[in-house]
C-alpha cells in the first residue's frame, strides 16, 4: 500500500527563486531515505478559506512510500531536522498525510519533538 506525504514550505519573506532552492534543497535530502518518489507540485491559487498566504512563497513536494510507519517516521525526521537547520524564524512546513496535517516552525527541539512523536503515533494507529 502507497502512502503519500504532502510537503508544503511556507517562506513569506523569500522570493521565487528562494523558495525554489529551499524545495530543491529539500526534495535532495528526501530522495535520500528509502521512498518511492519526490516530486515537486506546482503552485495554484490559494484555496478557499485560506488566510491571504502568499503561495508564491510555497514550495511543495509530494512524497510516496510504501506503507511504513518507520519510513513516513523518517521522513517527517529528515524533515524536522532540515527546518532546525534553516535558522529561519518565519520558515513553516507542514506535512499532510491521509488527511493529517503537522505543522513545524521556530518551536523548540523538545516541542517539536513531542508534536512529531504524536503525530506519527497517529499515522501509525
Do not use: H, N, Y
Request: net charge negative; proline share 4%; aromatic share 2%.
Amino acid at each position: 500500500m502507497a502512502t503519500e506525504l504532502l510537503i508544503e514550505i511556507f517562506e513569506p519573506d523569500a522570493d521565487d527563486e528562494t523558495v525554489d532552492e529551499l524545495t530543491r534543497d529539500l526534495r535532495s535530502g528526501l530522495l535520500e531515505l528509502d521512498v518511492d518518489s519526490v516530486s515537486p507540485v506546482p503552485a495554484g491559487p490559494a484555496p478557499d478559506g485560506s488566510k491571504g498566504l502568499d503561495m508564491a512563497a510555497v514550495g511543495a513536494l509530494l512524497v510516496q512510500v510504501k506503507g511504513s510507519a518507520q519510513v513516513v517516521a523518517a521522513v517527517v525526521g529528515l524533515v524536522r531536522s532540515w527546518l532546525q537547520r534553516g535558522r529561519s524564524q518565519t520558515r513553516t512546513l507542514k506535512v499532510t498525510v491521509e488527511g493529517r496535517t503537522l505543522e513545524l516552525s521556530a518551536a523548540t527541539d523538545e516541542q517539536q519533538q513531542r508534536i512529531v512523536d504524536e503525530f506519527v503515533r497517529s499515522i501509525a494507529g
